[in-house]
């Protein structure tokens, strides 16, 4: 089980990025996969979240209707659309599966990747 997420980069406040995991040795069905970021010296934060069953999404407030999360199922990938980035939202983004199909906290999850760098400058 292995997830490789990319896309990270630096990017200018007010502008996008699109972060993409890409799973190998597993697929996602039966699975919720998600996206959670750390920034220095602050705790992994649940950024969205969604649920391979019904599709059903999670945001966190400091992202809702900036951030948008999406599967593509044939390609076993998950995208994390960001945009009107903001310098708060710098952090290392990280994806994250568990089994089952609730999008729960950080401590649920047990794949993870590797991480990938967001600096948002202002």
């Known amino acids: 089980v292995q997830l490789q997420a990319s896309g990270g980069g630096l990017v200018q406040a007010g502008g996008s990025r699109r972060l993409s995991c890409t799973a190998s040795?597993?697929?996602?069905?039966?699975?919720?996969i998600g996206w959670f970021r750390q920034a220095p010296g602050k705790e992994r934060d649940r950024v969205s979240c969604?649920?391979?069953?019904?599709?059903?999404?999670f945001y966190a407030d400091s992202v809702k209707d900036r951030f948008f999360i999406s599967v593509d199922s044939a390609a076993n990938t998950l995208y994390l659309q960001m945009t009107n980035l903001k310098p708060e939202d710098t952090a290392v983004h990280y994806c994250a599966a568990r089994s089952g199909n609730l999008c729960l906290e950080s401590r649920f999850f047990g794949a993870w990747g590797q991480g990938t760098l967001v600096t948002v400058s202002s």
């Open positions: 040795g597993f697929t996602f069905d039966g699975y919720a």
């Open positions: 969604i649920s391979s069953k019904d599709r059903s999404t």
